[in-house]
């Protein structure tokens, strides 16, 4: 509600703005869940109890919002996107009291982790897409949680929670990684008429979840074709903290004869 989502509001845009059951004592696992069946946390006594830990009930929680914002909640990548989103509010929650802030549940881990840092996940880890998809909507997730965290830094807190979760709202179902990141683009037109776009397309790119534009169209210096060893000089906007893959295509109405060869500095 301090974000500005609120069923008092004219629209009213609250987001779960109703009492969530939690069971502190659900089973003897090491394992909690939000559960859309009954609309309720249920937290683990497995290892250190997860209700202990405040990560992982802002975690659970997260999953509650999510699904009351798009009930058609899953598929695709979109599981990633959650656990992403949900380690990132935890973290958002906690950046201020906490000792190591992208650290998510020093508590719970410390039953499983051998030795410090006690983290279940980051959200500062510089996984990449698609290269480093594991195929683990936990670990996946850290490519968006990552997304999130850098535009904390950039924006602050409140800022970043609100493109977060306004984001939400704009995923298609079934939605990839890709899509969250034109959620965000899309989450900060309507919250901020577009003036966080470029610290986003940063972030997405950072992750490779955008592509860095081309130029529009390639000038052959002194004649309209290409000939044998010829050179042709291309620019992009210089990005040097951002991991930018260079892509050259040809139109399918040219002729090659011979190898064509790139050699990008």
């Given at each position: 509600q301090?974000?500005?989502?609120?069923?008092?509001?004219?629209?009213?845009n609250?987001?779960?703005?109703?009492t969530?059951?939690?069971?502190?004592?659900?089973?003897?696992?090491?394992?909690?869940?939000?559960?859309?069946?009954?609309?309720?946390?249920?937290f683990?006594?497995?290892?250190v109890?997860?209700?202990?830990d405040?990560?992982?009930?802002?975690?659970e929680?997260?999953h509650?919002?999510?699904q009351?914002q798009?009930?058609?909640?899953?598929?695709?990548?979109m599981?990633a996107?959650?656990?992403?989103f949900?380690?990132?509010?935890?973290?958002?929650?906690?950046?201020e009291?906490?000792?190591?802030?992208?650290?998510?549940?020093?508590?719970?881990?410390r039953?499983?982790?051998?030795h410090?840092?006690y983290?279940?996940r980051?959200?500062?880890?510089?996984?990449?897409?698609?290269?480093d998809?594991?195929?683990?909507?936990?670990?996946d997730?850290?490519?968006?949680?990552?997304?999130?965290?850098?535009?904390?830094?950039?924006l602050g807190?409140?800022?970043?929670?609100?493109?977060?979760?306004e984001?939400?709202?704009y995923?298609?179902?079934?939605?990839?990684?890709?899509?969250?990141?034109?959620a965000?683009?899309?989450?900060?037109?309507?919250?901020?008429d577009g003036a966080?776009s470029?610290?986003?397309r940063?972030?997405?790119m950072?992750?490779?979840?955008?592509?860095?534009a081309?130029?529009?169209?390639?000038?052959?210096?002194?004649?309209p074709?290409?000939?044998?060893?010829?050179?042709?000089?291309v620019?992009w906007?210089?990005?040097?903290?951002l991991?930018?893959?260079?892509?050259?295509?040809?139109?399918?109405?040219?002729?090659?004869?011979?190898?064509?060869?790139?050699?990008?500095?």
């Amino acid at each position: 509600q301090s974000l500005g989502y609120s069923d008092a509001n004219t629209p009213a845009n609250g987001i779960r703005e109703r009492t969530i059951p939690a069971n502190a004592h659900w089973f003897a696992q090491d394992q909690s869940f939000f559960s859309a069946s009954d609309g309720a946390l249920h937290f683990g006594d497995g290892g250190v109890a997860d209700a202990q830990d405040p990560d992982i009930i802002v975690h659970e929680y997260a999953h509650a919002l999510q699904q009351d914002q798009l009930p058609y909640w899953g598929g695709g990548e979109m599981n990633a996107i959650g656990e992403g989103f949900s380690d990132y509010l935890a973290a958002s929650r906690f950046a201020e009291e906490s000792i190591d802030p992208a650290c998510i549940a020093e508590r719970d881990s410390r039953a499983y982790v051998e030795h410090a840092p006690y983290c279940l996940r980051r959200v500062d880890r510089s996984r990449l897409y698609p290269v480093d998809l594991a195929g683990d909507a936990h670990q996946d997730g850290e490519i968006w949680s990552r997304v999130l965290w850098d535009l904390r830094g950039e924006l602050g807190g409140p800022a970043a929670d609100r493109l977060a979760l306004e984001s939400n709202f704009y995923l298609p179902p079934a939605a990839s990684l890709a899509d969250a990141g034109q959620a965000l683009l899309d989450a900060d037109v309507v919250l901020n008429d577009g003036a966080h776009s470029d610290e986003i397309r940063a972030a997405l790119m950072r992750r490779g979840l955008l592509s860095l534009a081309a130029p529009a169209a390639l000038a052959v210096s002194g004649s309209p074709a290409l000939t044998p060893a010829s050179t042709v000089g291309v620019s992009w906007q210089g990005s040097d903290d951002l991991l930018v893959g260079y892509e050259v295509q040809v139109s399918l109405d040219s002729t090659l004869a011979g190898p064509l060869t790139y050699d990008f500095n």
